[in-house]
C-alpha cells in the first residue's frame, strides 16, 4: 500500500494521546493561577479534556494578562516532571517508528503552550520526532477549532489526518475537512467519543500494523478543503 503522492502529515494531541503524566500539568497551571492571581483553587470544576491553555486561562481568569501565569506555569511544570514522572502511552512509540519509516511528517495539534508541550515530550524523550513547521500551540488561538485552521495552512499542500483522545479533536478535524483518529486513553469514554462519529475510533495506540494501514488509507484518501 502506497501513500499518497502529496505531503502527507499525521498532527497529534499530546495529554491522553502521546503521553500521560500523571497530572502535573494541571497541579503547575493551579500554582500558577493561585499565585499569581489570588485565586483559590482556581480549577475546581474546570475539565482539561481536550481543553487549550488559553482556553483554561480565559475561563478562569477572564481578561487577566497571562504572562505571569505563564511563567511560573512552565516553572512548575518543569521542577514536577522528575525521574519517574510519566511516560509515553502503550504503542506510541511504535507508531511514529512505522509513520516516520514510510515518510510521514509528525505535527502537533495541541492545547498545550509550546513551552509546556516542548517540556512535557522533551521529558519523555520524544519531542525531537515532531517537525515544528506543521505544528499548532495554545499561543495561535484558545480555540482549537481555530489551531486547526492555523495547523492546515502550515500543512499546505499536504494530505492531513488528526489523532487524538477527545471530542475536541473530532470537532476541529471536522471543522477543517481532514480525517480523524481517536483512541479512548485520554478522559472521555469509548461512548461519549462514539457519538462524535469519528472516523475511526480505537482503544489505544498499541496495533501498529492495523494503525498504519488506515492511516496509509486516510490519507491518501484526503481532500483538502477550506474550513467551514
Known amino acids: 500500500m502506497t501513500l499518497p503522492t502529496q505531503p502527507s502529515v499525521v498532527l497529534f494531541d499530546i495529554d491522553g494521546t502521546l503521553v500521560s503524566l500523571g497530572g502535573v500539568g494541571r497541579a503547575a497551571m493551579q500554582r500558577a493561577m493561585t499565585e499569581e492571581w489570588g485565586i483559590a483553587d482556581p480549577l475546581a470544576g474546570v475539565s482539561f479534556a481536550g481543553a487549550t491553555d488559553g482556553g483554561v486561562a480565559a475561563r ?33 512509540v511504535r507508531l511514529l517508528d512505522a509513520l516516520s519509516e514510510r515518510g510521514v511528517a509528525l505535527g502537533l495539534l495541541t492545547g498545550n503552550l509550546s513551552g509546556s508541550a516542548r517540556l512535557k515530550l522533551e521529558h519523555v524523550g520524544l519531542w525531537s520526532r515532531f517537525e515544528l513547521g506543521y505544528c499548532a500551540f495554545a499561543e495561535d488561538h484558545d480555540d482549537r477549532r481555530v489551531m486547526a485552521e492555523r495547523a492546515l495552512e502550515r500543512c499546505a499542500g499536504a494530505s492531513v489526518v488528526i489523532i487524538g483522545d477527545s471530542a475536541s479533536d473530532v470537532s476541529a478535524a471536522k471543522h477543517i475537512g481532514v480525517p480523524v483518529l481517536v483512541t479512548t486513553t485520554g478522559p472521555q469514554s469509548r461512548e461519549e467519543l462514539e457519538v462524535l462519529e469519528p472516523d475511526h475510533l480505537v482503544s489505544d495506540l498499541t496495533d501498529t500494523s492495523a494503525l498504519v494501514e488506515w492511516l496509509t488509507l486516510a490519507l491518501s484518501a484526503t481532500k483538502l478543503r477550506e474550513p467551514a
Open 60 to 92: 478562569v481568569g477572564g481578561e487577566r494578562p497571562r504572562d505571569g501565569v505563564w511563567r511560573r506555569y512552565l516553572h512548575y511544570l518543569s521542577g514536577l516532571l522528575g525521574p519517574g514522572r510519566g511516560a509515553p502511552l502503550p504503542g506510541v
